[in-house]
């Protein structure tokens, strides 16, 4: 009797060793790239939305704001949108927001757009909970914007199986899904918010942070595998990479990502720089972030740019609303009292006017729209 005990688990650990895939060989990944158009778009919350809880909750699920607002991206030429999850709705209702992301997508697809859903973020506010969420500060930068997990969640062990339970149940229910075009599974995981809620101000963040999230960011990615998502999966680097070897957060981040990913917030020659550094590892690479007016990275001409290389162009922010992106990071230190002259992120107004009608021509050309 135990010996057939011993071969029926042998015979399951097959069968998910099969089915549950390995990072992708260069080639693989290059394959994926040739049959992938450029992709090009923006991070997107429905103008109406503060973080990602306000948009994914069953009575804040704005509909009819994302479909006008898609309408606008389609206008532009983009075919995709990166849009952060977050793993509290899906615990408190996994088929309702399921179903919500759905309807997003559907949306999204009606407008020729795809997808690339962010799993984690570790940026902004470490306390995140269900329920109403506050409205704006006046001139503060992602005065709302929430972490996934938060502080308690990464802390405690006895929260990892819900951690699980998300990935593979978004990652599984999408796995074959077109109109998903990226897994990204991470976001920033070492941001540590010292200018926001971090040491020097409210003193939120956990000491260990890092050791912890270092330790949940590779079972992740094995979650996301485990699914066996015909996608890819990623974590982009964002720090000054370009100007030192890599840590061990973007080692690992790297090693474990299919196609390469990485934000760049900077001019044209430290982009460049970026870029010539990531070339070295072979892969496909997506910039996943761009585009802060005041620090020298503009659509004009750092979009242009990535097209020629092949490199998937995500800028930050679509329409100015509650995440108040229009304001600087510095707004933590100095909060606005007004619109600032230059907006720091976001391309149009919440009534779809643009910002800068020679940026949304500049896009519009690039694009070929």
């Given at each position: ?10 015979l399951?650990?097959?069968?998910w ?14 394959e ?5 158009p450029w ?8 103008s109406?939305?503060?973080?990602q ?6 009575d ?8 006008r ?5 389609q206008?532009?030429?983009?075919n995709?949108?990166?849009v ?9 209702d ?8 759905d309807?997003f ?14 799993l984690?973020?570790?940026c902004w ?23 996934s997990?938060?502080?308690k969640d990464?802390?405690d ?10 990935v593979?149940g978004?990652?599984g ?6 109109r ?14 010292g ?5 020097r101000?409210?003193?939120?963040e ?5 050791q912890?999230?270092m ?9 996301a ?17 370009q100007?030192?070897?890599y840590?061990?957060?973007e080692?690992l981040?790297l ?6 990913s ?5 001019n ?16 496909p690479?997506l910039?996943?972030?761009y ?40 707004s ?14 976001d ?7 643009p910002y ?6 500049y896009?519009?050309?690039g694009?070929g729209?």
């Amino acid at each position: 009797m135990r010996s057939h005990k011993c071969l029926a688990l042998t015979l399951i650990l097959v069968v998910w060793s099969v089915s549950a895939r390995e990072r992708w060989s260069e080639k693989q990944a290059q394959e994926w790239s040739e049959k992938t158009p450029w992709l090009v778009g923006s991070n997107f919350t429905p103008s109406t939305a503060i973080n990602q809880l306000e948009m994914w909750q069953a009575d804040t699920f704005d509909a009819a704001t994302i479909d006008r607002e898609l309408g606008w991206a389609q206008g532009l030429g983009f075919n995709s949108m990166r849009v952060f999850l977050h793993h509290l709705p899906y615990e408190a209702d996994p088929d309702g927001f399921l179903k919500r992301l759905d309807t997003f997508l559907e949306i999204a697809d009606k407008h020729h757009i795809g997808v690339m859903f962010v799993l984690f973020d570790s940026c902004w506010d470490p306390n995140p909970h269900l329920g109403k969420q506050h409205e704006p500060v006046k001139g503060l930068h992602n005065s709302g914007w929430v972490q996934s997990p938060g502080a308690k969640d990464l802390r405690d062990p006895a929260r990892r199986p819900v951690l699980e339970g998300y990935v593979k149940g978004v990652i599984g229910h999408f796995k074959n899904d077109a109109r998903v075009q990226v897994w990204d599974i991470w976001n920033e995981p070492d941001n540590d918010n010292g200018s926001s809620y971090g040491p020097r101000n409210r003193n939120e963040e956990p000491k260990d942070k890092l050791q912890r999230t270092m330790e949940l960011l590779p079972l992740a990615f094995e979650w996301a595998r485990s699914a066996d998502p015909s996608q890819p999966v990623t974590s982009g680097v964002w720090k000054g990479f370009q100007d030192h070897p890599y840590d061990a957060m973007e080692k690992l981040q790297l090693d474990q990502s299919d196609v390469t990913s990485f934000h760049g917030y900077d001019n044209l020659d430290v982009m460049k720089k970026r870029v010539a550094k990531l070339r070295e590892l072979a892969r496909p690479i997506l910039c996943t972030e761009y585009m802060a007016r005041p620090n020298g990275s503009h659509f004009d001409p750092i979009l242009g740019y990535l097209k020629s290389e092949h490199i998937a162009a995500y800028n930050w922010g679509f329409v100015a609303g509650k995440t108040n992106t229009i304001y600087p990071w510095d707004s933590w230190q100095h909060p606005y009292d007004a619109e600032p002259k230059v907006w720091f992120h976001d391309i149009f107004r919440s009534a779809g006017t643009p910002y800068d009608q020679t940026e949304v021509d500049y896009i519009r050309r690039g694009t070929g729209k």
